[in-house]
């Protein structure tokens, strides 16, 4: 009799349990993905350099006509700087003297950031989904680093970075950035700075359908120095000890021909 009950039971759980399988079959499929493309993957830059245009090219593959039509697709174009944990301070005064109280250090955070995209990144995707993948510049993940306390300072150390960035020019948006050149073909435009870290860049396109974020895809670019910025550049790290002897002595040496140059008799 138990054995009986216990079948039927098992049966009454299949059968509740069929419709909710059923349910999760007739999930929408993902079918749209993204193609992206630069004209280099290197940027080589002077003394001279003041800033330039990267234009990045697109595809959305496997779209629905409907909601293209529609406008539905949503499109984030992200030029992210090489990482490094970075720190902003906090001046305060003391007995008249301005000086570096508190200061907080963020974890592998994009030492540049230029963005771009259809509209406002706001507009297009709940806060959660844009910081659940870092994209937009409020929406960049940083995470302090071996910070103590109740974190009521967070969020003001994170304005503060985030403010220095954008007014260093090293962070920047561009809503409407990104366009439709035709059906599925985008065209989005990243500024680089005059002041662009060296190092390994990565171009990132993330595409929306109706505020769900559907798909990725990333590139890297490469920025290096030329002429006579990347030998001393390359001097400074292989032989860092001679550099900053050799430093030391162009600074004395310069100061003590501008003594004698300038010296009143």
Known sequence: MMRLARTLLAALALASAA???????????????LEIGISTDEIAISSDFRGADLTIFGAIEGYDPNLLAQRKYDIVVALEGPKDDLTVRRKERVLGIWVNRRSMTFELAPESYSLSSTRNVDDIAPAAVLNSIGVGLQHI????????????????????FRRLKETGGFYQRDPGGVQFISAS?????????????????????????????????????????????QMISNAAYANPVSYGILAVILAALTGWIASIVFRKD
Do not use: M
């Open 185 to 229: 073909l985008f065209k989005a435009t990243v500024r680089l700075p005059a002041n662009v870290p060296n190092g390994t860049h990565v171009v990132r396109a993330h595409l929306f359908r109706d505020g769900v974020f559907i798909s990725e895809k990333a590139l890297p670019l490469r920025v290096v120095k030329t002429g006579l910025e």
């Open 141 to 160: 993940r940083l995470d302090p680093i071996g910070y103590i306390g109740d974190g009521s300072n967070i969020s003001e150390f994170r304005d503060a």
């Open 19 to 33: 419709p909710v399988l059923a349910q999760e079959d007739k999930r929408p499929e993902i079918t749209e993905r």
